[in-house]
T-cell receptor
Framework: DVKVTQSSRYLVKRTGEKVFLECVQD?????MFWYRQDPGLGLRLIYF???????EKGDIPEGYSVSREKKERFSLILESASTNQTSMYLC????????????FGDGTRLSIL | AQSVTQLGSHVSVSEGALVLLRCNYS??????LFWYVQYPNQGLQLLLK??????LVKGINGFEAEFKKSETSFHLTKPSAHMSDAAEYFC?????????????FGAGTRLAVHP
């Protein structure tokens, strides 16, 4: 089974801090994704990566950046955390290909105080 | 542009009753469609997917969904609800984006099952 592991289940940070969320997958997947999940809005794509050192903006990239130095690891960075970034963050991965389903981690619930 | 609409943010059924969760999509290309389930404090788990083969797709835990092109729908059903089915369900469509594909999710439907 595919395993997508997010480093923290719960995280509390203060406004203005630089925050790192880490995600690791163990199936040699080419594609990795970061979403945020908010009630009534479903999942919204922040960034995705289709290869090492490659990244593409999703639908809501403002205030975020990402890093993919190794194939198995995809990091989401909040450069200067703000309270409106309090949310559930979900990482996903998938093999390359046009119709492959995404495999999700358990999520990180991030609170910015 | 691709989009997904899930009708009803909350659905409540009795144990043993039929479950029907509605999903309508818009897509400029033949769609790939997915249903995911999210149990409390967990990530999303794939229930089933439609990839232009059979229009009736069977998934895990007794769920199935029927693709109806004329209605642009992909509703999720289960004949008999179980207490363990209580969760949030997301419908999603795969959308082309600058040479790559990304998932567009609906807002989700929270299913409650009562005795």
């Amino acid at each position: 089974d595919v395993k997508v592991t997010q480093s923290s289940r719960y995280l509390v940070k203060r406004t203005g801090e630089k925050v790192f969320l880490e995600c690791v997958q163990d199936m040699d997947h080419e594609n990795m994704f970061w979403y945020r999940q908010d009630p009534g809005l479903g999942l919204r794509l922040i960034y995705f990566s289709y290869d090492v050192k490659m990244k593409e903006k999703g639908d809501i990239p403002e205030g975020y950046s990402v890093s993919r130095e190794k194939k198995e690891r995809f990091s989401l960075i909040l450069e200067s955390a703000s309270t409106n970034q309090t949310s559930m963050y979900l990482c996903a991965s998938t093999r390359g290909g046009s119709n492959q389903p995404q495999h999700f981690g358990d999520g990180t619930r991030l609170s910015i105080l | 542009a691709q989009s997904v609409t899930q009708l009803g943010s909350h659905v409540s059924v009795s144990e043993g009753a039929l479950v029907l969760l509605r999903c309508n999509y818009s897509s400029s290309v033949p769609p790939y469609l997915f249903w995911y389930v999210q149990y409390p404090n967990q990530g999303l788990q794939l229930l089933l997917k439609y990839t232009s083969a059979a229009t009736l797709v069977k998934g895990i835990n007794g769920f199935e969904a029927e693709f109806k092109k004329s209605e642009t729908s992909f509703h999720l059903t289960k004949p008999s609800a179980h207490m363990s089915d209580a969760a949030e369900y997301f419908c999603a469509v795969l959308a082309p984006s600058g040479g790559y594909n990304k998932l567009i999710f609906g807002a989700g439907t929270r299913l409650a099952v009562h005795p």
